[in-house]
């Protein structure tokens, strides 16, 4: 009986969540941080950018793959526009860092990311304090003028993204007093847990004095060292291969300690018949040759994952339904609709409401694929692609914003046979 071979060790860069939240973190802290393998991409280079932009010095090491940032101890100063170009994350973390300083500062960014909402966040800012103006649709431009921000109690409706949250919460410590935050319908919890995590790992206080309320304390952050896991979304790609190919890979570096929740996108996988292995310092998913459905799951925490899924389910011997994850709706594109509609044009039967996607099995015919500049969208469909001949993207070159090597290290593991 022959030997099975090795599992393939996955090059996946590090992750884009905690890439731009350490910076963020970094740049509020006293003294100089040091982020080890931080993902380098458009959106961790435009929040970089942006950092520079408000007085942050940010040092690049190629040589030794570390990014090195003097914080400045607390909110900006002086004023500054910003653009975010598409990252989301800059647009909704970097308005609550900035009210906490001095000055005007207007954030803009592409199309795609005024397109996306932001009134949330500029109603809780204002409500402590800050003068917030926003563009017509209540998203980008967004002007802050700022001179400091209050602490007390705040109330934030959780429902359309954690980023609203994890941007007023990094922000917190430096408030003149303590902040203590009821979030309601929150969406994507485990976002916020890492978000929580990495502010204890720079020194903050962070309490949740009960479910679904967090006091922190002010104080601000002290300069730390970080190294970056790889980003367990852009893992879930070559996860998924694995499982639709009957091949086995390991990420190395993305362990069962790992503070990303879209890590948990694997357990999805052993519900569909994959073999799983979470070690301490490594992941490893075996394809077993079948693709189980007949299955319901809730995907609402691990959302950036449920395109990988749903663009696999064609292939499992039964439908597959993922529900909880209205919110994805908001993101690059309408995700559910973007991911039925290339279903569709592949010919796969498909069923969607408001927060919820039913993928029946059948046979995937030649189609080009709407990415809709959404990187996930086309990352996720790759996938597909290597049991469906005759996919093409019409748009391959998005995966730079979180994984400008994807398509080269998709190849590597899993070549053409």
């Not at 800012?125 to 002007?143: F, K, M």
């Not at 190395?252 to 929740?261: A, I, N, T, V």
């Not at 696999?312 to 994805?328: E, N, V, W």
């Amino acid at each position: 009986m022959t030997a099975a071979a090795p599992p393939l060790a996955a090059r996946i860069p590090g992750s884009k969540s905690i890439t731009n939240r350490a910076l963020l973190l970094a740049a509020a802290a006293t003294g100089t941080s040091r982020l080890r393998a931080p993902l380098t991409s458009d959106d961790t280079l435009a929040f970089r950018t942006a950092l520079t932009d408000l007085g942050v010095p940010v040092e690049t090491g190629p040589q030794d793959g570390q990014w090195r940032v003097t914080g400045i101890g607390g909110g900006p100063s002086g004023g500054a526009t910003i653009r975010c170009a598409d990252a989301g994350t800059a647009a909704r973390f970097l308005p609550p860092f900035a009210a906490t300083g001095r000055g005007r500062y207007l954030f803009d960014g592409s199309d795609q990311l005024r397109a996306r909402p932001l009134r949330p966040l500029a109603d809780a800012l204002t409500r402590l304090g800050a003068r917030v103006s926003a563009g017509g649709s209540g998203g980008l431009p967004l002007r802050v003028d700022a001179d400091g921000l209050r602490g007390g109690e705040l109330t934030v409706d959780g429902r359309h993204s954690s980023q609203f949250l994890s941007g007023l919460l990094m922000a917190a410590p430096l408030l003149r007093t303590p902040l203590t935050v009821t979030v309601r319908d929150l969406v994507s919890r485990p976002y916020v847990d890492m978000t929580i995590a990495l502010m204890r790992r720079f020194g903050a206080s962070v309490t949740e004095v009960d479910p679904g309320v967090i006091g922190i304390g002010t104080g601000g952050y002290t300069a730390t060292d970080l190294a970056v896991e790889p980003d367990a979304s852009t893992a879930s790609y070559v996860f998924a291969a694995a499982a639709v190919t009957g091949r086995a890979v390991t990420v190395p570096g993305l362990g069962r300690d790992s503070l990303q929740g879209d890590l948990g996108f694997v357990e999805v996988l052993r519900t569909a018949g994959a073999r799983v292995e979470v070690g301490p310092d490594a992941t490893t998913v075996t394809g077993t040759g079948r693709l189980r459905g007949g299955f319901e799951v809730d995907m609402g925490g691990i959302s950036d994952t449920f395109m990988t899924l749903a663009a696999i389910a064609p292939l499992a011997d039964a439908p597959i339904t993922i529900r909880g994850i209205a919110h994805a709706r908001l993101k690059e594109s309408d995700r559910i609709e973007a991911v039925a509609g290339n279903l569709a044009a592949c010919g796969v039967a498909v069923e969607t409401r408001q927060d919820r996607i039913t993928v029946h099995p059948g046979g995937v015919r030649p189609t080009r694929i709407r990415c809709h500049r959404d990187h996930r969208i086309a990352m996720a469909f790759s996938v597909l692609g290597l049991r469906a001949p005759g996919l093409e993207l019409d748009d391959p070159a998005c995966v730079t914003k979180t994984f400008p090597g994807f398509h080269a290290e998709l190849r590597r593991l899993f070549p053409a046979r």
